[in-house]
């Protein structure tokens, strides 16, 4: 009966949490001064989708967000546990596929605003 109660206890305080990151997410600023998406836009809705476990949502918000948290991790465990060394380039390897995942998206993303902008004027 214990373990079931703090089952139900942690899952309804992720829920206000999730809630309380919903109305509290962080404006961008590259936005706020240009009225254009900057290659991060999009990461917030995509993490809190991938939290609720929507990952058709979070990939569709922001495509990029999964292999950066991946390499977010890979850094937090090379920091504790040295897993690259002088000679092997993973985090090196890493950083350029998913930078490449990033401009891709944000290519893609503008393309498709401007096909649709100059289309509708």
């Known amino acids: 009966m214990l373990p079931n109660f703090i089952t139900l206890q942690l899952f309804c305080s992720l829920l206000g949490f999730i809630h309380w990151l919903q109305n509290h997410l962080i404006p961008c600023p590259f936005k706020y001064f240009t009225g254009i998406d900057c290659p991060g836009c999009g990461f917030q809705r995509s993490v809190i989708a991938l939290v609720q476990g929507d990952l058709n949502k979070s990939f ?3 495509p990029p967000a999964i292999p950066l ?3 977010f991790a890979y850094g937090i465990a090379d920091n504790y ?14 950083f350029m596929i998913v930078g490449s995942i990033v401009l891709i998206s944000y290519c893609i ?3 498709s605003l401007y096909r649709h902008y100059s289309t509708s004027a």
Not at 82 to 89: E, F, G, M, R, V
């Open 81 to 94: 546990f040295k897993l690259d060394t002088k000679k092997s380039a993973v985090k090196k390897t890493l």
């Open 60 to 62: 569709t918000s922001y």
């Open 69 to 71: 948290l991946l390499f």
């Open 109 to 111: 993303k503008m393309y």
